[in-house]
């Protein structure tokens, strides 16, 4: 069993892919990015943007069928910076972050996958222990807990931290009554089917009664 963690971007999306255990196991971390069209190719920005998605999308496909049994998806939450009623960001740069989130949300629905959720600040207080720690905290405390991403980590500087962030959110997930359920019922596999086959056989009961 693993969890996907992601950094949801337009220009780039962390992934994160980690095996479930005693001791939890990074298997990968990714980053998918994209930009903008060459003007020569004068698309629409709709255009443009669909293109994007698709690339990002592309992606995500790829790791979501290598790794089929996924628990959950993981996701950093995020939020958008106002200032005296205003917002800080374009209007633009909201809608590209809501249509990648989009696809998150289609994906998981179609595998019937439960979306863990944390805040930025969460993220960073389980990690590292404090919310206000740095991305180069962060980073360092991933690598004490997990020391096989040293060698996983994207080349680029400003690409590892997207990775951090996607890892970081299957840090919180780990914690989660999702995946503590999921780890009880790998662990005890007859009762979980005795529980399941208790619970089927109630609610046929009960459907009987209200036939009846």
Known sequence: MKLLGVDPGLAACGLAIVELG???RVLSLTVARTGPSAKKRRLRAADDLGDRLRAIATVLYARLQ???????????????????GRMMVKPSAVSALGRVRGLLDAFAVERGLPILEETA??????TAGRKDASKADVQAALEQRFPEVKALWPAQKTLQEHAA????????????????????ARA???RSGAEQSTAEVGA???TAEVAA
């Open 22 to 24: 005693a001791s939890p």
């Open 204 to 206: 046929e009961q009960s």
């Open 121 to 126: 600040q969460t993220l960073k207080l389980l």
């Open 66 to 84: 290598e790794h089929a049994d996924l628990v959950a998806f993981c996701v950093e939450s995020k939020a958008i910076p106002f200032r005296n």
């Open 188 to 190: 005890c596999p007859e």
């Open 165 to 184: 962030d996607a890892l970081a959110a299957v840090v919180a997930g780990l914690e989660s009554d999702v995946v503590r359920a999921a780890l009880r």
